[in-house]
């Protein structure tokens, strides 16, 4: 299984983005797919997870409400909506799979991963 983040780039606080989680090698229905984030200096952080169907999706706190991750199973791929974004925000952000567990906010319960995308936040 292959994934590849795409869609980030540079907007000002309280903008939008729309991440693409690109999977291929095998069917998108298997896997629950959860996005995380790395700030310059922090360690990897979980944003959101969908499940496979049916999709109940987690979030994390700090983006709860201004976040948004649906998926597209016909076209292979997971979105994840931010909105009214903060400089906070600003990371490299990358989907990661998985088919053991249904809405795990743990990256160590994720057995496949990709290429993240750099989103930065200016105030």
């Known amino acids: 299984v292959q994934l590849q983040a795409s869609g980030g780039g540079s907007v000002q606080a309280g903008g939008s983005l729309r991440l693409s989680c690109g999977i291929s090698?095998?069917?998108?229905?298997?896997?629950?797919v959860g996005w995380f984030r790395q700030a310059p200096g922090k360690e990897r952080e979980f944003v959101a997870v969908?499940?496979?169907?049916?999709?109940?999706?987690g979030y994390a706190d700090s983006v709860k409400g201004r976040v948004t991750i649906s998926r597209d199973d016909a076209k292979n791929t997971v979105y994840l909506q931010m909105n009214t974004l903060q400089p906070e925000d600003t990371a490299v952000y990358s989907c990661d799979a998985t088919s053991r567990t249904r809405r795990s906010q743990d990256t160590k319960d994720y057995d496949y991963w990709g290429q993240g995308t750099l989103v930065t936040v200016s105030s």
């Open positions: 969908i499940p496979w169907s049916p999709n109940r999706a």
């Open positions: 090698g095998r069917a998108a229905t298997s896997y629950a």
